[in-house]
């Protein structure tokens, strides 16, 4: 019998239609069936086989220093070598979280275009734009600001450089309180 019959009388639904071929190990099988002509276990098997691992991602730790450039148009913290670079890597929710737990904001800094310079935001402004990213800073009259007219071509934006803190130097958690509860 050739394909097309067995397809006309499956589509018809005679009687005489042969039954599925199906083997004895299929049928105590849960979740055994085919998928585009091939066994569905060997499809998934192939495709457990091709995912890639799972990258583990990689955190920050201190002591250090980073620059992070805020990128102007998403708001995106990236990961810069050094002032006034606009390339680097882009901060993962890890790494993120760990800026956050663990950094200091000591010093903002923002370029303007000269084309641009009327729409630099005010002093309180920039010097606040560390806390909404949720990142922890020095006191006002402590952080260093600086503000920078640059040429076509230059980057342009915010960046703040993050001191990253050790495990001591961050404030504990008051054990007083704590005490006093139980």
Not at 40 to 62: D, F, I, N, T
Not at 117 to 141: C, D, F, G, N
Request: hydrophobic letters at 35%.
């Amino acid at each position: 019998m050739s394909i097309f019959d067995r397809l006309k009388s499956n589509l018809s639904g005679s009687d005489a239609a042969p039954a599925a071929a199906t083997s004895a190990d299929d049928e105590g099988k849960v979740g055994g069936g085919r998928f585009m002509g091939k066994d569905e276990s060997q499809a998934m098997r192939r495709a457990e086989r091709a995912a890639p691992e799972k990258p583990v991602e990689k955190g920050l730790s201190g002591p250090g220093e980073v620059w992070v450039f805020v990128c102007p148009n998403t708001q995106r913290l990236i990961l810069v070598p050094r002032l006034g670079a606009a390339q680097g890597e882009v901060l993962t929710q890890h790494m993120l979280s760990d800026l956050q737990r663990i950094g200091l904001c000591e010093e903002v800094s923002y370029h303007a275009g000269y084309d641009q310079y009327w729409k630099m935001p005010t002093q309180e402004a920039i010097l606040r734009m560390p806390t909404l990213h949720s990142v922890e800073v020095l006191p006002m009259k402590q952080m260093k600001l600086t503000t920078q007219l640059v040429k076509p071509g230059e980057a342009r934006g915010f960046w703040m450089r993050v001191r990253l803190r050790e495990e001591s130097e961050l404030p504990q958690p008051d054990s007083a309180q704590d005490s006093r509860v139980g």
